[in-house]
Nanobody, 124 residues
Framework: QVQLVESGGGLVQAGGSLRLSCAAS????????MGWFRQVPGKEREFVAA????????TYTDSVKGRFTISRDNAKNTVYLQMNSLKPEDTAVYYC?????????????????WGQGTQVTVSS
């Protein structure tokens, strides 16, 4: 079992930056690929970024490439999402998730553990 707690969300103006953190506890964190997803009311949860168990591989959805960076610190059991050049369309609840795989996965159904989410609001 893995418990995930997100933090770092908030209100920011367009063009600004935020860094989300996801602290993991429970079973060994370093064996899990990790991902970030986001969801707005009335829409399905959307993949944002993922990172492999050792940080050697990352992948992003096209709309955030070049603006967002996912990273992890296995010594601190924490995964991060650095978000730069934020746009109003990035507004959503952001969720951290852990997969039972080593390598990156982009489908929400392949993630077994989820955090409670953190709200990100980007004003224009």
């Amino acid at each position: 079992q893995v418990q995930l707690v997100e933090s770092g969300g908030g209100l920011v103006q367009a063009g600004g930056s935020l860094r989300l953190s996801c602290a993991a506890s429970g079973r060994t964190f370093s064996n899990n690929a990790m991902g970030w997803f986001r969801q707005v009311p009335g829409k399905e949860r959307e993949f944002v970024a993922a990172i492999s168990w050792n940080g050697g591989s990352t992948t992003y959805t096209d709309s955030v490439k070049g603006r967002f960076t996912i990273s992890r610190d296995n010594a601190k059991n924490t995964v991060y999402l650095q978000m730069n050049s934020l746009k109003p369309e990035d507004t959503a609840v952001y969720y951290c998730a852990a997969a039972s795989f080593y390598q990156v996965v982009v489908t929400s159904s392949e993630y077994n553990y989820w955090g409670q989410g953190t709200q990100v609001t980007v004003s224009s």
